[in-house]
């Protein structure tokens, strides 16, 4: 390459640099607006957090290409006009970031901090002032001989937002100091959120059909930000103190830990997890403790800050455009991040459940690539409006699964349906049974109980139990080898066991499995109610199967029930009716039991029992007119008596009206709808048929 050349390509290469430049300063600006304007940022902190360090980099490196504008020159965003302008005396500044490991996060600060003060090797530690970083919005509170007078935002750090009014209803910040506070004083801290106060005001937010908040800090910045101060008294907000602005008439101590305990003494509410320690190594020693008791805190911190303790170091080491010198902060891994929501999925538990699983753009959080996100259930998915095709915040904090948190509504281009559970699962993705849910159930289920791989373990446990079928020594450890091995899929392959196939399982020895036979076979002959226990319908518990046998008497007559005649039965109410009317009406199921009658599973089935079939039963009678010679109420209690059922009004699902003398408009209508009508005399048969039916 000759000069010339060589010379364009430095130009060309360099022109590329200040045109990526100019687009990272664009997009963090668009960025910067949307966080710090709108309280609703559409990317992730970590994503924001590389775009800046790239353009710092361009800028550090080529200083020329360096503007006056550029988001690396100044802190925060620009104040909202809204709220009248409050110009901070001492600025507000940012914190440069570590995110190293523990060890080299905190030697890095500390090998600086000794370098800019001079420090030989030999000299001693320096000491630090260690606290949290608490992940809300920056607060200045002025107070004037102990009263407050004046909130501010931090603004762009020369000026922010005078929200007094706001801060006033936040009941973590005292309006008057305690003690004898200084003429003036500047107390600079966190607004917050704690986690379940904000999980509660998105319940709330959501069931009122308004703006959801991706993370607790936004939705404390969005809430110090309102205009309207009654709205801002309902958000749950709270404070910590960490520092002092514009100070008057205090000799101030001579540490930053002696200035946070004499904030405590005014009063004001500073974080009991800081200390005071030595060097990097102390550093590094309460990084590790914090991140362990990270999850149990109850509000987020996004890492932990270092500070150089004594004032008059921290004054000898200054400032810098946007952040001190004498302060770090010392990030954790992000435990939320942004990402594309490809697909929802369901799983199958052991009891028939469908959990609606996200399927994920591969996305780093809390430490690890996640790629699938748990949903929770229908009722989740409409209350936070989550769409197929969305951005969605996924959060992984400690070792809980991971979770979708919410949409970014923003970054929704095109409209996108709602996803409906049953609708796009109408039969379970495992064995293909159909899906049901209860009207008051937030869960919605497979109903192949007998029959689904997913629920097989379970369905045999129970099958085998000692009050089902009572097969000794079917216990877990043997259905996991036996399942595992896939020796048995249903219960029908229990009566299909040989010698053979148990032999090959380990630990198992002959006389056990001689055994184990003898008690299989043992177990064909049982007892309906037995059989109906073993089932393992969900709702049917032992009592209820009792009366089932008792009140049917036989199987089939169970079987053909539908949820009127079920609700015969003694206790079995409306939900119970239909999980074992859908129980039945799922073909596999029935499959599975007519096998296991074929594999000579057996019980003596007796006559229904008393009032259980009869020709009133589960029939729907309006009683009319004046009755020969019964009253209306009698007529009402010998239907119900035999099973029937006594309507105020006549409509399409009217079985029988009676009609005595002098029957009016709901003769008429009966006669319309073409429902059968009878006299008294009628009616009687009906009865007498039904008492001989018994
Ligand atoms: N996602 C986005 O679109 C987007 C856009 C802009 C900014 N951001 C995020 O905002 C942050 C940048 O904002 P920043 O410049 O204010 O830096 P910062 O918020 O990371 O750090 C400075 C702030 O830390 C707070 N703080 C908490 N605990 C403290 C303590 N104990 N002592 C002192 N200060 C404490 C103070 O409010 C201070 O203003 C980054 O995390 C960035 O990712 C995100
Ligand atoms: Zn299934």
Redesign the pocket.
Known sequence: MDLFEHARAQGDALRALEARAAELRALIAQ??H???VLDA?????AQ??DLFRELQAIEARHPDLKTADSPTQR??GRPLAAFPAVRHRIP?L??R?ETDTEASGAEGFDARVRRELGLASAAPAVEYAA????DG??ISLRYEHGLLVQAAT?GDGETGEDVTSNVRTVKAVPLRLRGAPPPVLEVRG?IYMRRDDFERLNARQAAAGEKVFVNPRNAAAGSIRQLDPTVAARRPLSFFA??VGDVDGWLLPDSHAQVLDALEAFGLPVCAHRAVVSGAEGLAAFHARIAGLRDSLGFDI?GV?YKVNALALQQRLGFVTREPRW?V?HKYPAQEAITLLRDIEVQVGRTGALTPVARLEPVFVGGVTVTNATLHNQDEIDRKDVRIGDWVVVRRAGDVIPEVVAPVPERRQTALPRFVLLERFPNCPVCGSHVVRGEDEAVARCTGGLFCPAQRKQALLHFASRRAMDIEGLGEKLVDQLVDAAIVKTTVDLYRLGLLALANLERMGEKSAHNLLAAIDKSRSTTLARFIFALGIRTVGEATARELARHFGALDALMEADVDALQQVADVGPIVARSIAEFFAEPHNREVIEQLRAAGVNWTEGAPAEGAVGALVGKTFVLTGTLPSMTRDEAKAQIEARGGKVAGSVSKKTHYLVAGAEAGSKLTKALELGVTVVDEQALRTLMNESDTDR
């Open positions: 960025h910067d949307a966080y710090y940022p559409t990317i992730a902190d924001y957090d802190v925060g507000m940012s914190i970031t606290e949290l970083k608490f919005l920056a931090r966190e960490y520092g996004d800050v302060a902060a």
